[in-house]
Structure formats: C-alpha cells, structure tokens
C-alpha cells in the first residue's frame, strides 16, 4: 500500500487516459450495518500543476455490504487528488472514506 505523505491517506497511482474504477473500503460499519446509497462524491486537487483539470467521476455504485467504487477518468499529470465518498448506512448514520489518487503519465 502506497500512502501520501501529506494526509496520511491510501495512495493510487493512474496515468490520463485510464478510466478506471477505484474501491472505497467502509470497515468502521457495525457489524450489521451495511452501505443503503452513495450521498456524495467530492474531489479536490493540491494545485501543484497550473491549470490542473478535475478528474471525471462516474458510475458510483456499492455491493450490499461494507464497499462503494467509483470510475475515474482524464486528470492532469502530475497532480494529486484526494477523493471523498460520503454513503448513508442501513442503520441511517452517514460515514465517509477518502484517498488520494496521483495522476503520473510515463514519459
């Protein structure tokens, strides 16, 4: 496991064009609490790259358990995202999971 030594967070690492899906582990839920629906996506960026672009997040979906996934696509190389998914449980309560993605383009 890569982990970004500014917020500490699980690292992955994808290049521009990748459309890709990344998981969000949800283990803090109670032993039957489970994922009812996906609140919110939020992403933000460090800025390191002038004029760096938001990634493209799409088809968020969650099993029937402790696991939500995401796909993600473009970006700007050399930049880091953190991304934040937001899920209501079964149980009603309202928990988060976050990572960072850095977009890194093979020269």
Avoid: C
């Amino acid at each position: 496991m890569i982990v970004d030594q500014q917020t500490g967070l699980q690292m992955q690492i994808k290049r521009t064009a990748e459309f890709v899906p990344y998981s969000f582990e949800f283990t803090s839920l109670l032993q039957d609490e489970v994922i009812s629906s996906i609140q919110a996506v939020v992403q933000s960026n460090r800025n390191n790259i002038a004029g760096s672009t938001n990634l493209s997040l799409s088809n968020y979906s969650h099993d029937s358990s402790k696991q939500a996934q995401i796909w993600v696509d473009d970006g700007t190389d050399g930049e880091y995202y953190a991304i934040t998914v937001v899920v209501v449980t079964s149980i009603g309560a309202v928990r988060s999971s976050s990572g960072v993605i850095w977009v890194k383009d093979v020269s």
